[in-house]
């Protein structure tokens, strides 16, 4: 009730915000699904539960879907998101007769989602311990389990202080499978029960794609693309505000200099801000060609701007370097290990604490190159002009990465204890 008190009071203060996006037809996910209204899944079927908040946690659940069906090909999977750019990654990837919207957390909603779903299992991707959801699962009998958990030095820090209010959610799960030592620490020093805490590796590496595109697959996405097949492609990644300015910096001095047949893709990270990339392409003097809307007559040098989602691990193929966005701001990066698995020559900011541990493995092997703001034209000149080097580089990368998989097996395993133990 409590909480429930407190989620009401916090909506009513949001309630002008929530409008203000409702007039700038800012996305948002159906209220009647985020109050866990739909369908009910069918009764007396073995069924895992798997919540993937966003984008990320959608792409990473994907092997252990995969290898979920594989062990027991009878059980329904059934995966929640929170976004609504999470939720349409998940409706590609897995169908959406599997995907619904991870419910708001007030005791009632949350009554109704399980009694809709019906979970074996309820597996949790990186953390989303909400107080009511974890209550109700536990009351139910229904076993948490936290897979590929992270936890980051300043959520620790907020979570710490208010460790009276949050700290029972996350006491509740049954066991937790965190990626590195580092966040199994921070786990233990918050007061979760440390023999709760396994740690074993991170599902994002199995869901690295770390087959290299054939030269035949490249040559055919340029072409689809309009790209010439010898010219150099520089790719940006899930960019963020700003970044897009850099990149079309770095971009007209490398047209003007060592690189005048590059071509540039930019890939927004939210689909909210398409138009307004499209509006600094033309700002800086550049001819934009949507990926939705292609023009035929557009000029060699035009700037191709991706405007849909779901596309960016595909396009990869066609780029001689990768600039992983979300890392020249403090945002702290988003998914290097996609283009890297793919054996794509990599560039990032600064700012990738959102993925530490892949950074330090490609810090210890010198599978990437951190740009500032300045150095990033003449980086990427030098990857585009040295083409051995940088592969040799992004080698080094894809190897790293293969040596860190095999996080999904010990999930699997998990669930088999923890909800499908033989008999």
């Not at 990869?316 to 702290?332: K, M, Q, R, T």
């Amino acid at each position: 009730m409590l909480f429930d008190v407190a989620y009401l009071s916090l909506a009513v203060l949001l309630l002008p915000y929530f409008l203000y996006r409702r007039i700038k037809g800012k996305q948002s996910a159906p209220w009647s699904a985020k109050m866990a209204h739909g369908p009910t899944r069918e009764s007396g079927r073995k069924r895992i539960w798997i919540h993937a908040v966003s984008v990320g946690e959608a792409t990473a659940a994907e092997p252990l879907v995969k290898a979920l069906k594989s062990e027991w090909p009878e059980a329904d999977i059934v995966i929640s998101t929170t976004t609504v750019t999470g939720h349409a990654v998940a409706e590609k990837r897995h169908g959406a007769e599997n995907v619904v919207y991870y419910p708001h957390d007030f005791s009632w909603s949350v009554k109704r989602f399980l009694d809709r779903i019906q979970p074996s299992i309820v597996v949790l991707m990186e953390l989303e311990v909400w107080p009511n959801m974890t209550a109700e699962a536990v009351a139910r009998g229904i076993p948490i389990l936290v897979v590929n958990g992270r936890i980051t030095e300043r959520s620790a820090k907020r979570y710490k202080l208010g460790w009276a209010v949050i700290g029972g959610a996350f006491k509740r799960a049954t066991r937790w499978l965190a990626q590195t030592e580092e966040y199994a620490n921070r786990l233990k020093t918050l007061g979760v029960d440390p023999a709760k805490i396994v740690v074993s590796g991170n599902i994002k590496y199995d869901a690295i794609d770390t087959t290299p595109p054939s030269p035949t697959q490249c040559a055919e996405l340029r072409i689809e693309l309009g790209i010439a097949l010898d010219a150099p492609v520089i790719i940006g990644g899930s960019t963020h505000p700003g970044e897009e300015m850099a990149l079309l910096e770095a971009y007209q001095e490398l047209k003007a200099g060592s690189s005048p047949n590059a071509r540039l893709i930019l890939v927004p990270r939210h689909p909210e801000r398409f138009n307004a990339v499209e509006d600094a392409i033309k700002a800086a003097g550049l001819v934009c060609e949507r990926r939705t809307s292609p023009r035929r007559d557009a000029q060699n040098g035009a700037v191709i701007l991706v405007d849909k989602m779901g596309e960016l691990k595909r396009l990869y193929a066609a780029a001689n370097v990768a600039f992983v966005g979300g890392s020249l701001i403090p945002h702290g990066g988003q998914n290097v290990m996609e283009p890297c698995g793919m054996g794509v020559p990599v560039v990032h900011g600064p700012a990738m604490f959102n993925f530490n541990e892949a950074i330090d493995i490609l810090r210890a092997c010198h599978g990437s190159v951190e740009v500032s703001r300045e150095s990033l034209s003449s980086e990427l000149g030098r990857l585009l002009t040295h083409p051995a080097d940088a592969q040799a580089m992004a080698t080094r990368a894809r190897e790293a990465f293969l040596k860190k998989q095999g996080a999904t097996a010990r999930a699997v395993q998990a669930i088999r204890a923890l909800a499908f133990p033989a008999k």
